[in-house]
């Protein structure tokens, strides 16, 4: 009998986690921020950002998702933080660089 309890409860352990796998994994399957996905390069967003801060230098760009929008942020020598979409090089943004 306490063999057959063990063989059940294993056996609900492994449903539980294969039905929670179906559920959750589909989020994961399409990952929207690699670097196929964006139509600029990072030298096109680099010179979006160095046009709205022509005073600065690039010092730091990463390709990001930001809220399903993939865009580059870039950080500049002034302190400021721009980003640019990466699919139209449109600049979405610019303000004071968060310190995460």
Do not use: C
């Not at 352990?13 to 989020?27: D, K």
């Not at 709205?52 to 760009?61: F, H, K, L």
């Amino acid at each position: 009998m306490r063999k057959w309890l063990i063989a059940v409860g294993i056996g609900g352990v492994l449903v539980a986690t294969l039905l929670l796998g179906s559920i959750v994994m589909p989020a994961f399957a399409h990952d929207t921020s690699t670097r196929h996905d964006a139509t600029i390069t990072p030298e096109q967003a680099k010179a979006a950002a160095l046009k709205a801060n022509p005073d600065a230098t690039v010092t730091e760009i990463e390709l990001e998702n930001e809220n399903g929008v993939l865009v580059y942020d870039v950080e500049m020598s002034n302190g400021m933080d721009v980003e640019v979409d990466a699919g139209t090089g449109v600049v979405l943004y610019t303000g004071a660089e968060d310190e995460d």
